[in-house]
């Protein structure tokens, strides 16, 4: 998997994104700011975001001014949106912000 940085504003969000999650970037923010940007913002070749649109408003709202991108050239029209559906579906099961601490889920090692 090729990723590069592209200039933020070169990405655009999905207009017909259909979730909603302004609650998780405040943890998505926290998250970026500890570990860095581990998983890059999957676009189109236009730049149009396939899943990654709550790194992307996290990254806009830390005043990143370049991101981690892996365009998804090899991704039919069709294929990127079964991937949003199956992205979203995936992310509706988690809930960021009731999560336990990283040492608690990965156990802590003194």
């Known amino acids: 998997m090729h990723v590069e940085m592209k200039p933020i ?6 207009e017909n ?7 998780a970037v405040p943890a998505v923010v926290e998250s970026l700011r500890r570990y860095g940007f581990r ?3 999957v676009t189109d070749a236009k730049g149009v975001i396939v899943v990654g649109h709550t790194r992307y408003l996290a990254a806009k709202e830390l005043g990143l001014t370049e ?25 509706e099961g988690r809930d960021l912000g009731r999560q336990a601490p990283a040492d608690r889920v990965v156990g802590r090692h003194h």
């Open 9 to 14: 504003d070169w990405v655009k969000p999905y």
């Open 67 to 91: 991101v981690p991108v892996h365009i998804a050239t090899d991704l039919s029209p069709d294929l990127a949106r079964e991937y949003r559906i199956a992205d979203n579906k995936t992310a």
């Open 17 to 23: 994104n259909p979730r909603q999650n302004a609650k």
């Open 39 to 41: 998983q890059p913002i």
